[in-house]
């Protein structure tokens, strides 16, 4: 078993490539970063694929400066996030719906395409938040297993997604595999199953993927086709807790969502401290830079306690454990680590997000210690 790399040794195994930066930031500039890790206190949160780095300065002073707003209604401003996006993208404002996180999304379209008794088409295990919503509100979901790779099979998804199939969910990334589908893959699905059913791709981890395979669907919604997108300010912009997402779509897809929204979504503060996020590039190149070489060490510690650890494009990793995951999960929570919950067929596996330089090494101390343990 590999020795536990140092800070210095760390920034020298060449993971700042992993991270795809446009421009490469040497150790000596990620030395100076603007970013502030967490406190490290306990317990350490690998369980949620949160930002450790978040919010962002800028997106702090942004926080401050909204409270003056304080008093008003945010409905406008809404507009203003919705202008931004749209212009970054290349679509327009009335393609973008601002949701309460993309959770909000997924559950505007589970109402406006009336999956109230009407089938909807996943991977399995894939994010729930769609279909949890959809049984509660009372869609039948047909799950389709993920292929050998623990990847989604989107030849069996096709297949199966048949004309009484309203909605098809594809999260890419998919969470808890950090697995992604290529884009030509992922183009030819939505032009094919999006004539007789609509298609909704999950993008949260959208900004962490540095694969030249991997691109976003917008064109796809830019072609106007029947398909729906969403994002998050949750993941690589540090976010979670402010709960601000987006969906694209056309514009007559859009409005429909906008109808179905389900309280009066983000707040003042969220909408300012996101626009700010949007435009605060250089935070999201050194989270990006820092989540990659994190999540490098991470895999490495795994894979070299001789586990199976799937190549990630994520902020978590998700390794063979071979154990019960549930009880691996209450034996970590007692030593102050939190890991991910259990994902359904596989419970002899692990998701772990990806924190601090200093929390991954508490990990890695503890996780040597659990598993040295029969
Ligand atoms: C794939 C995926 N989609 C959506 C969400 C929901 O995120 P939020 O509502 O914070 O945007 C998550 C959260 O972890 C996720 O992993």
Redesign the pocket.
């Known amino acids: 078993m590999a020795a536990l790399m140092n800070r210095r040794q760390w920034l020298k195994t060449g993971a700042l490539a992993a991270a795809g930066l446009a421009v490469r930031p040497d150790a000596a500039v990620l030395a100076q970063t603007p970013l502030t890790p967490r406190p490290f206190n306990k317990p350490i949160r690998l369980h ?2 949160e930002n450790p780095y978040g919010p962002s300065a800028v997106a702090r002073q942004a926080i401050q400066n909204a409270f003056d707003e304080g008093n008003l209604y945010p409905s406008g401003s809404y507009n203003e996030l919705a202008t931004m996006i749209a212009e970054q993208e290349g679509l327009t404002r009335d393609h973008v719906v601002v949701g309460a ?3 909000e999304i ?1 559950r505007m379209t589970a109402m406006a395409y009336g999956l109230a008794g009407g089938e909807i088409l996943t991977a399995y295990p894939t ?1 729930e ?1 769609m279909e949890r919503y959809a049984a509660t509100i009372g869609a039948h979901v047909h799950r389709v297993p993920l292929n050998d790779d623990l990847n989604i099979s989107l030849y069996e998804m096709e297949r199966r997604a048949t004309q009484s199939v309203k909605l098809v969910f594809i ?1 890419n990334p998919n ?1 808890p595999t950090g697995t992604i589908r290529p884009t030509t893959e992922v183009e030819q699905f939505c032009e094919e199953v999006s004539r007789r059913s609509v298609v909704f791709i ?1 993008e ?2 959208y900004e962490l993927v540095s694969d030249p395979t991997y691109a976003t669907m917008t064109e796809m919604v830019r072609n106007g086709h029947n398909v729906i997108i ?1 994002r ?1 300010f ?1 993941k690589v912009y540090g976010l ?1 807790g402010l ?1 601000v ?1 987006y969906g694209l779509a056309r514009p007559d897809i859009a409005a429909r969502l906008r109808k179905f929204r389900t309280g009066s979504s983000v707040n003042i503060l969220g909408v300012r401290a996101a626009m700010a996020a949007y435009q605060d590039q250089d935070f999201v190149l050194h989270s990006r830079a820092k989540i990659a070489m994190a999540r490098q060490y991470a895999t490495q510690l795994v894979r070299d306690h001789g586990h199976r650890c799937l190549d990630s494009h994520t902020n978590f990793i998700f390794f063979h454990l071979r154990r019960d995951i549930r009880q691996f999960r209450d034996t970590m929570a007692q030593q102050g680590i939190l890991v991910g919950r259990p994902f359904p067929p596989y419970l002899d596996w692990c998701r772990l997000s990806i924190g601090t330089f200093e929390e991954m090494q508490a990990f890695a101390d503890a996780f040597q210690n659990v598993m040295s343990r029969p």
């Open positions: 949620s694929n996180g993309s959770h997924l994010y938040g999260c969470n999950d949260a981890y969403s998050t949750s979670a709960r997402g």
